[in-house]
């Protein structure tokens, strides 16, 4: 069974910092997701991630992957208070046969980032 | 606006009631995914649908069944509720399974009484 653990699962952080939040998974996947979401909203697709080494880059938020390791980063640079949200990871694995489920969410870290 | 159109937007019925909650893909997409979205439980897959047919199942309850029509919009129904079934239920679409991307509806906030 498909593991996703993020963490940390809240954080509340001041503008201007930087911080990371991690996302770790069980098993071989061959997509990794991050997502936004802000109470009571719809998830916001941020960055797909899809091979070993994928950086990918938008404002103050940089994800990457590390496929070897099973793990995922979302770094946020010089934080402002916009970003504050709830952000998952999610992990997609692929059956056998080219079949797909759907995808595995880790419980999501909890951002504030405090004037 | 992802172009994922979910009915209703909010729903409150009472126990042992069943409901339908209804979901339009974007243009396109054939792929049609279901979660369920709660504070026990977080995010969790339901079912998948791809141009009609079960493509894959997660943790969906013998309760809820879904469908999808040969117009490609899907129906998640949810039968002989109980008050833990109150949560936020997302459908989410993508042109096919292999596909990288799925985008999520605005969801259908469901509160059992």
């Known amino acids: 069974e498909l593991k996703v653990e993020q963490n940390p699962l809240f954080l509340s952080m001041q503008e201007g910092k930087n911080y990371t939040i991690y996302c770790n998974y069980s098993?071989?996947?061959?997509?990794l997701y991050w997502y936004r979401q802000d109470p009571g909203k719809s998830l916001e697709s941020l960055f797909v991630?899809?091979?070993?080494?994928a950086v990918k880059q938008e404002g103050r938020l940089m994800a990457s992957l590390d496929t070897k390791a099973r793990l995922s980063t979302l770094h946020i640079t010089a934080a402002v208070h916009d970003l504050s949200a709830t952000y998952f990871c999610?992990?997609?694995?692929?059956?056998?046969?080219?079949?797909?489920?759907?995808?595995?969410f880790g419980k999501g870290t909890h951002l504030i980032i405090q004037p | 606006d992802s172009g994922v159109t979910q009915t209703p937007k909010h729903l409150i019925t009472a126990t042992g009631q069943r409901v339908t909650l209804r979901c339009s893909p974007r243009?396109?997409?054939?792929?049609v995914y279901w979660y369920q979205q709660s504070l026990d439980q977080g995010l969790q897959f339901l079912i998948q649908?791809?141009?009609?047919?079960?493509?894959a199942k997660g943790n969906i309850l013998e309760r809820f069944s879904a469908q999808q029509f040969p117009d490609l919009h899907s129906e998640l129904n949810l039968s002989s509720l109980e008050l833990g079934d109150s949560a936020l239920y997302f459908c989410?679409?993508?042109?096919?399974?292999?596909?990288?991307?799925?985008?999520f509806g605005q969801g259908t906030r469901l509160t059992v009484v």
């Open positions: 989410a679409s993508s042109v096919d399974p292999r596909s990288a991307e799925a985008f």
């Open positions: 098993t071989t996947s061959d997509r």
């Open positions: 991630l899809l091979s070993n080494g």
């Open positions: 999610a992990v997609g694995s692929m059956y056998s046969g080219g079949g797909a489920d759907g995808l595995t």
């Open positions: 243009s396109g997409d054939l792929s």
């Open positions: 649908y791809y141009n009609g047919e079960e493509r």
